[in-house]
């Protein structure tokens, strides 16, 4: 059904409902130059409202698939976005395998080997939390979004839209603005 939906809106993406790690960039880019690419890897594993269940490192590293993008085809620029807690992503504490617990001694390791790893292939990297309702969204979530560019230009970060009541910018929303 989502995918029923979404050929519909935009009609003209082409889908491909296969592992990620199966889809060759060189393949789906046609040997074209890409411009910018966007990664949202699965979130659940580092999210504090996932609760007690146990983790599973193949989903935990999904976002390494990124590399793999940025090693074939190099965008120009790319953006991560997931939950605030991936900045603290780090190795599965080995003594604890049966339930995948990460290490409290390495938090935050792999995420630096991820940046690092981004910055080798020449990307200049930066991220930071923002907030969806200083965008016009009504929530007050936090997501960690990763900029990374190779082009030479600045990252640029959008300025607030909405904010405080007194503050200059447009009203904050709410969910009872858009339930009927």
């Not at 960690?144 to 300025?159: H, K, T, Y």
């Amino acid at each position: 059904e989502a995918l029923a939906m979404h050929e519909m809106n935009p009609p003209h993406t082409k889908h491909y409902c296969e592992s990620v790690w199966d889809v060759d960039p060189l393949q789906v880019t046609q040997g074209k130059p890409v411009g910018l690419a966007w990664f949202s890897p699965d979130c659940k594993h580092f999210s504090k409202a996932k609760g007690a269940a146990p983790k599973c490192s193949k989903i935990r590293a999904l976002a390494w698939v990124t590399l793999r993008w940025v090693a074939k085809v190099k965008p120009r620029i790319l953006f991560l976005e997931n939950v605030e807690e991936f900045e603290s992503w780090g190795p599965l504490n080995k003594k604890s395998q049966k339930t995948g617990l990460p290490c409290p001694k390495n938090k935050g390791r792999t995420f630096k080997s991820f940046v690092n790893a981004l910055k080798r292939h020449g990307y200049k990297v930066e991220w930071r939390e923002i907030r969806a309702c200083d965008y016009g969204a009504p929530t007050i979530r936090k997501r960690l979004f990763l900029i990374a560019r190779c082009d030479g230009q600045p990252i640029v970060w959008p300025e607030p839209t909405h904010g405080p009541e007194g503050s200059g910018l447009l009203p904050y929303k709410t969910a009872a603005d858009c339930i009927d």
